[in-house]
C-alpha cells in the first residue's frame, strides 16, 4: 500500500504531462491549422496542412505543395494554495514558453488519388517554484513529442472521398522532484525519472462535397499506447530515507514502469464558400478521454492496481470565417472551447485541467501565385482549476486554484505551390 500511495504523485504528474501529447496528434491547441483559434480543421481542404488533418481531403490538392510553420506559445499561470498545516498563502508560477515546427507535403498522385505527409516536433515542460510543499509532487517535468505522418486520399466519386495514414509517434518524459529528508534540519534530496519510447497509430477520413463550394468531413484517430520504463535517480538522500529505501517500504529504489493509452478522438467539419471569396467553417469533436490513463504500472516485479483517473470525455468546438480583402490580402477571425476532462472534485495538484476557451484573428498575404504566408494570433483562456491535492510525504492537505491562467498562441506559415 505505501508503494502505490507514494507512486501516485507520479502517475498523476505523467498524466498532465501527457496531455500535451495528446494535443500533439490531434487537432487541438497544440496543432498547427492554417486558420485562427483552430478554425478550419476538416472539412476546408484546400491546402497541405488541414487535407492531411483529413486524409480524404488529399484528393483535393491539385499541385505539389509545401507548408513550413512555426508555432509559438506563452503561458502565464499563478497557482495560488493554502496548506491545512502551515500558515500563509503559497504561489507557484507554472508558465513557459514552447515553440513547435511542422512541415507539411500534399500532391496528386494521379486524377483520384493524393499522397500527404507531415513532420512535428512539440516540446512541453515546466519549472515550477520549489520554495513550497508542492515541490514533493512535482518541482520541473518536460516531455518531447515527434510525428512522421504519411496519408492517402482516394476520390470514389465525383463527391465522394476517403483517406487514411499511418504515423509513427516518439515520446520523452523526464520529470523531478524533490524528496523530503528525515533527519532534523536536513535539506531535501533529488528524485528524477526519465524515458522514452516510440509507438504507432493509424487515421482515416472521409470527405463529402455537396458543391465545389459546400463539403463535410469527418476523421477518427486511433489511440496509441506509450510504454515507459525507469529506476529513477537520486541525490542527497539521507540515511534515514535511505533506510527506507533499502528496506523496501520506498517506491523510488525499484524501477517503475507505467503503460499509458492515449486516447481515441473523432472530428467532424462543414465548409462553405460564398461567390465574393470569404468562407465559414465549423468543426466539433470528441476525445474520449475518460479512457486516457494507465492499462498497467509496475513497481520491480509487482504489477500495482493502476487505479482510475476520474476523467470526463473532452468536447471540442471552432468557428472561423474568413473575408476575402483583395486578391492578396485575406483576413480570418475564429474562436473554440474545449471542455474540461476533470471536475473540481477529481484534480490533483499535478493534475489541473479545465476547460479551455480561445480567440484569435489572422491574415493571409498571397504574395505570388506559388508563394503564400499567413500569421494568426490566438489568446486562450485555461479556466481556474480549484484543487485539492495530499501529499503523502508530509501528511498535509494543499487547496488552491489559479489567480492568472491563459496563453498567448503566435504561428507563422508559408506555403510554397510548386
Known sequence: MKAIVELRHVKETWVASLLGAVFASLPLPASATTGPAQSGLIAQASNAVNANLNPAGL??????????????????????????????????KEGGSSYVPLIYYARPLTDRLGLGAFLTGNSFGEDLDDSGPSRYLVKEWD????????????????????????????????????????EPGASDGEM???????????????????????????????????????????????????ALFDAGLGVFNRSVGLNIRLPQAVFGGVFHEFANGDSVSLDGGWVDFSDFGFTEVTLGDT???SESNKLDDIWVGTLGYSHQLNEQWKASIGGMYISSALDDKNRSY????????????????????SLIFGLNLNYYDLGKARTEAFIDQTGETLNGKYSDHYAIGLDFTLRWIR
Request: proline share 4%.
Open 59 to 92: 484528393t483535393r490538392i491539385r499541385q505539389p505543395e509545401w507548408v513550413a510553420q512555426a508555432l509559438y506559445f506563452n503561458s502565464t499561470s499563478d497557482f495560488e494554495y493554502r496548506s491545512d498545516q502551515q500558515p500563509g498563502k503559497f504561489s507557484d
Open 350 to 369: 499535478s493534475f489541473k485541467l479545465d476547460r479551455v476557451w480561445g480567440v484569435g484573428v489572422g491574415a493571409e498575404y498571397k504574395w505570388k501565385d
Open 303 to 305: 504489477t500495482l492496481d
Open 192 to 242: 528524477k525519472f526519465e524515458d522514452s519510447d516510440v509507438t504507432v497509430g493509424w487515421t482515416a477520413g472521409v470527405l463529402y462535397e455537396f458543391t465545389p463550394t459546400t463539403r463535410a468531413g469527418l476523421t477518427y484517430r486511433s489511440d496509441i499506447e506509450p510504454s515507459l520504463s525507469d529506476r529513477p535517480s537520486f541525490k542527497n538522500i539521507g540515511p534515514l530515507r535511505q
Open 143 to 182: 516531455l518531447l513529442t515527434a510525428s512522421l505522418v504519411v496519408n492517402l486520399g482516394y476520390r470514389l466519386t465525383e463527391e465522394f472521398s476517403i483517406g487514411g495514414g499511418v504515423s509513427l509517434d516518439y515520446t520523452s518524459f523526464e520529470i523531478e522532484s524533490d524528496v523530503l529528508n528525515l
